[in-house]
């Protein structure tokens, strides 16, 4: 088994920026799945998690994208996402957002009113499903030309260096996503280990 990475592991870095630190866990933070404290090495910024997605699941490269910077209340928007060591040492994918503010719902589960339905689940909800639908101009549109840049440097060369990008609306930068061939290739392993043992026939002893 591998080790977990230490503070001083370059390779737990998300897109240069984000520490994901493993030995810091979040427990309920990532509504299910395990989810990690992060340090932003270049602003010092606190209140950040990574939640590590499960493997073989699908990224959806282009929606973290496209909500990359957001400031909505009650959206947990992405800052970053990529390739890390989870707390085995293994290879995982981590999405970087703020972490959600106050404890755990599940600290102290009680019925709720029909009233704080209202007010703390459903409103926010609601707001936040009208921010998205108001977001920045074009801005899937400057995410479809990147990606079509991109899929044109594959088809021209056979191989990119990158795989996606964040694109920052005020500063109308793009910071590009560079491919990691190792990370890749032992997700897609993981993966694969993980459906295989899923798929497998359970047997019965004979009575």
């Given at each position: 088994m591998?080790?977990?990475?230490?503070p001083?592991?370059?390779?737990?870095?998300?897109?240069?920026?984000?520490?994901?630190?493993?030995?810091?866990?979040?427990?309920?933070?990532?509504?299910?799945?395990?989810?990690?404290?992060?340090?932003?090495?270049?602003?010092?910024?606190?209140?950040?998690m990574?939640?590590?997605?499960?493997?073989?699941?699908?990224?959806?490269?282009?929606?973290?994208?496209?909500?990359?910077?957001?400031?909505?209340?009650?959206?947990?928007?992405?800052?970053?996402?990529?390739?890390?060591?989870?707390?085995?040492g293994e290879?995982?994918?981590?999405?970087?957002?703020?972490?959600?503010?106050?404890?755990?719902?599940?600290?102290?589960?009680?019925?709720?009113?029909?009233?704080?339905?209202?007010d703390?689940?459903?409103?926010?909800?609601?707001?936040?499903?009208?921010?998205?639908?108001?977001?920045?101009?074009?801005?899937?549109q400057?995410?479809?030309?990147?990606?079509?840049?991109?899929?044109?440097?594959?088809?021209?060369?056979?191989?990119?260096?990158?795989?996606?990008?964040?694109?920052?609306?005020?500063?109308?930068r793009?910071?590009?996503?560079p491919?990691?061939?190792?990370?890749?290739?032992?997700?897609?392993?993981?993966?694969?280990?993980?459906?295989?043992?899923?798929?497998?026939?359970?047997?019965?002893?004979?009575?």
């Amino acid at each position: 088994m591998a080790a977990a990475p230490s503070p001083d592991d370059t390779h737990n870095l998300i897109a240069g920026t984000y520490f994901v630190d493993v030995t810091r866990p979040l427990p309920g933070a990532g509504g299910g799945a395990p989810a990690f404290a992060v340090t932003d090495r270049a602003s010092a910024r606190g209140g950040l998690m990574a939640v590590q997605s499960a493997p073989g699941a699908p990224l959806r490269a282009v929606t973290l994208n496209a909500l990359a910077g957001w400031s909505a209340p009650g959206l947990l928007a992405p800052l970053a996402h990529g390739p890390a060591r989870g707390a085995q040492g293994e290879a995982a994918w981590f999405v970087v957002s703020p972490a959600p503010p106050g404890p755990s719902l599940a600290a102290a589960l009680r019925p709720w009113g029909e009233q704080e339905l209202l007010d703390f689940v459903l409103r926010p909800v609601a707001a936040v499903l009208e921010a998205l639908d108001r977001q920045e101009p074009f801005i899937n549109q400057t995410l479809a030309v990147s990606s079509l840049a991109m899929l044109a440097r594959l088809l021209r060369y056979g191989q990119i260096s990158y795989h996606g990008g964040f694109y920052n609306a005020e500063t109308g930068r793009i910071a590009a996503l560079p491919v990691d061939l190792d990370q890749f290739t032992k997700m897609r392993r993981a993966g694969k280990k993980q459906a295989s043992s899923r798929a497998a026939p359970v047997r019965h002893a004979a009575a």
